[in-house]
């Protein structure tokens, strides 16, 4: 209550309404599988489109793992199906198993230099751990590596050593009249290229590198000499800025240019380039207000940035007690002194390219990763994953745990080659269906393996009982884009995508089946009504192609033993209900529990119910008969209040699908009485 202490008007806010419930999405989909390249083990970030997918995780050219040969990439190709049959949001928990016995952990800070013997025999080394590195660096104390896994990181970079336009210039003091030297945009440590042709003493054409020191106490500029790796180039001792002398005749006067790092990624061949990170400072100690910027800071192993963290493909590093300044990286960048490569050769010359013109075009120094690969095929223990809160990180089905929005999960791929792989992918199917159930929200899709038989497929679904899962067979036949030819592909991507269009067209409550499959050319198999009369009673949904209507989905069934849980759509609009109720009623909790906040809670999913009962949700000609809410002394002891328990039952009357429409037709005569 307010305190009213002094004599006034007060005025005050006040509901006169219930709380409302807003329904949850129903749509968001997880997969998880192995990907070209992208982060392993940090959180999922959603993904919207296959473009935003490939901008993470690679392309759809397919994989080559050490044990199973070359695999079609099917996260790929189930993300590109998802989004073409209606899906909007997903999340990707990328799996790895690296080369070796140990499964795969990230690197961290300190830990670039680390690195694993090699493996492979002959041609580039193929290290275990799978990250692309430029190997000869790593002895001169910097480290240059792919961030993520992958045999897609095995790319050329290129270094560029570029200067900015001379911000040397001279202002008139408005009390002496005397004319004194200034300087543009310069930062403390900031690398610079000096040329001094004034001075008899340091005057040389190629100019000199120098790291710009700014004295607090003076409140001057300093600049240091930058030994680039040869004697010659170091000058004498430290310059300040007052012996420099600017003029405004060109070639009159000294120069002084601030001088940056630039980075490109580019293909193995060197004709494309794939992204370019441009005036990157090369002092490790360098600050742009509080924050380190320099090129080990932009590209560091664990980044400021989350989304630097997924999105950046590079790890620049160091050894600190080699790498230390400026001077120490345009040593090791460039094998020496730096200075003469600024030197215009013969054709430059007839060209009239100068010092500075190189300088402003660039000069570069190119490295070459290697031993990046696409490690072994995941077994069960990579997707399940692990977690340490320690070093945050988490791996595998474990990274979803956090993601509350996530309704549907699906493992596409993993029961490719299944003869082979079968323990491995039934141990994929029980960790996808423990999972949906502890998360109590969500749905697990499964795909049948490629191939299989009526008899193997009833085999598998023989083995899983849940109403958190649902099985779908066969494998569905599209146009691959990449090969330009059909491939069988696993179902849950479709089946995820038609799952999102249903909800956004219908709702949660409709049961997604009889739904058309957008790419598909056909069916690994063709089931007529004969064979899914044995598969459909088992909880195996079918995919069928009917004359003159196409390819369709042709099933709604769970894998559940329990006939309360038979159909997909009533477990899945169970799971929106309680969740919408779960979000939509956190504000009761720690309310007095009594007789008023009782009431609220009953208006308020009352209401939601109602509206669910409008749009069609429910089954019943009056709200009365569609469902009902008590939440009052009838529902809960004396015990329970003392134990601060509120206790709220629901019912609801779930809409069933009408799975066998039967017409009985008879004969009729005009004459006839009914």
């Known amino acids: 209550m307010p305190e009213y202490l002094a004599p006034g008007v ?40 296959l473009g935003e997918f490939e901008q993470l995780y690679g392309s759809g050219d397919e994989l080559v793992f050490s044990d199973a040969g070359t695999v079609p990439n099917f996260l790929w190709h189930a993300v590109r199906a998802f989004f073409t049959e209606g899906g909007k949001r997903l999340y990707i928990s990328r799996v790895f198993k690296p080369r070796g016995e140990r499964s795969y952990e990230p690197i961290g800070p300190g830990e670039e230099f680390g690195i694993d013997p090699p493996t492979g025999s002959g041609g580039a080394p ?14 001169n104390g910097l480290m ?15 270094f560029t050593l570029k200067a900015r336009a001379n911000i040397l210039g001279s202002a008139t003091d408005p009390i002496t009249r005397a004319r004194r030297t200034t300087v543009g945009a310069l930062a403390h440590r900031d690398l610079v290229w000096v040329r001094n042709i004034t001075s008899p003493v340091v005057a040389d054409d190629l100019g000199r590198f120098y790291t710009a020191l700014w004295d607090e106490d003076r409140a001057v500029w300093e600049f240091e000499p930058v030994a680039s790796g040869s004697p010659s180039s170091v000058p004498a001792g430290r310059q300040t800025l007052e012996q420099l002398f600017p003029d405004p005749l060109p070639d009159a006067g000294d120069t002084l ?111 070459l990763l290697d031993g990046g690969h696409d490690g072994q095929r995941p077994g069960a223990g990579d997707y399940e994953g692990e977690a340490d809160p320690a070093r945050s990180y988490a791996l595998g089905l474990y990274q979803f745990e956090d993601l509350e ?48 038989t009526m008899s193997e497929v009833r085999n598998m679904r023989a083995r899983m009982d849940s109403k958190h899962a649902a099985l779908y067979y066969p494998w569905v036949t599209v146009l691959d884009p990449i090969t330009r030819g059909e491939i069988d592909l696993p179902p849950s991507g479709f089946v995820a995508g038609i799952y999102a269009r249903n909800d956004v067209d219908r709702g949660v409550y409709k049961a997604p089946a009889n739904e058309e499959v957008r790419l598909a050319l056909g069916f690994e198999t063709l089931i007529n009504k004969g064979q899914q009369e044995v598969l459909n009673p088992e909880g195996i949904n079918c995919f069928r192609f009917f004359e003159g209507r196409g390819m369709r989905l042709w099933g ?18 169970f799971a929106y209900l309680e969740r919408s109720v779960d979000k939509g009623t956190q504000w009761a909790v720690f309310e007095p529990n009594g007789e008023q906040l009782w009431a609220n809670v009953r208006r308020t999913i009352e209401d939601f119910l109602l509206t669910e009962w409008q749009n069609g949700a429910l089954l019943g000609d009056k709200p009365e008969k569609a469902f009902f809410v008590r939440c009052d002394r ?3 002891t004396q015990n329970d209040l003392d134990n601060g328990r509120l206790i709220c039952l629901i019912g609801v009357a779930p809409l069933k699908p009408a799975e066998f429409v039967i017409f009985r037709i008879g004969q009729w005569t005009a004459d006839r009485k009914v």
């Open 10 to 49: 007060f005025v005050e806010e006040v509901s006169f309404r219930a709380k409302t419930i807003e329904g949850v999405s129903t749509t968001t989909t997880g997969f998880i599988g192995a990907a070209r390249f992208g982060p392993v083990h940090l959180e999922p970030d959603i993904v919207t489109s």
């Open 126 to 139: 193929a290290y275990q751990d799978g990250h692309a590195r430029v190997v000869d660096q790593v002895q």
């Open 144 to 158: 240059v590596r792919a961030r993520h896994p992958g045999a897609v990181g095995n790319w050329r970079v290129r």
């Open 257 to 367: 240019r601030v001088v940056t790092l630039s980075v490109t990624l580019m293909s193995r061949d060197g004709s494309r380039a794939l992204g370019t990170w441009s005036d990157l400072p090369l002092d490790p100690q360098h600050h742009q207000g509080a924050s380190a910027d320099s090129v080990f800071d932009r590209f560091a192993t664990a980044p400021a940035s989350t989304a630097d963290a997924r999105r950046l493909p590079l790890v620049i590093a160091r050894n600190d007690s080699a790498i230390a300044n400026a001077t120490d990286l345009l040593s090791v960048l460039f094998d020496g002194d730096a200075l003469p490569l600024l030197r215009p050769t013969d054709a430059e010359a007839r060209r009239r390219i100068g010092v500075e013109d190189k300088l402003t075009l660039g000069v570069s120094t190119e490295f």
């Open 405 to 452: 929005d996530i309704s549907i999960v699906a493992a596409p791929g993993s029961t490719w080659n299944y003869a082979h792989y079968d323990e491995d992918a039934n141990a994929i199917a029980g960790l996808l269906i423990a999972h949906a159930e502890r998360m109590r929200y969500r749905i697990a899709v499964l795909d049948s393996a490629q191939g299989h």
């Open 556 to 573: 709604a069934r769970t894998i559940s033993s329990d006939p309360e849980w038979k159909y997909i759509n009533v477990r899945r609009y």
């Open 634 to 636: 009838s529902t809960m």
